[in-house]
């Protein structure tokens, strides 16, 4: 499954151990339909409720087996609802791809923009 990672797991951040012994396809960039914000030690993605009105986001697209996709899942806080699995919208020469990304679910009311990257 492809998976675009825009924070923590990123090489060289805090938790891209999960990631080793996966295959990085690429660095890419989001559509222009979301934001970062600074949560807390890590990032939260959120979709724009206004086409267009967000940011192309950078961040990497992996291709990771279902048993890690598991793992990251439970690193994401999937279950308790912190962060959602759902398809994101890539800039060329992913467009094309089906790719997901993590969605945060919290309230970011207070939380600083964190611009196009992490």
Known sequence: ML???????QRGRALHEHLIGQEFVGNAQTQ??????RVDWY???VETPTFGQGLAIHGEVWDVEEEVM???DEVED???????RRPIRLQNPFNRLQV???FFLGDVEGCSDNGDRW
């Open 100 to 102: 997901i990304a993590y």
């Open 3 to 9: 998976v675009f990672v825009y924070g923590t797991l």
């Open 70 to 72: 598991r793992l990251l």
């Open 32 to 37: 222009q339909d979301y934001r970062l914000y």
């Open 43 to 45: 990032p939260g993605l």
């Open 78 to 84: 999937v279950d308790s609802g912190l962060y959602e």
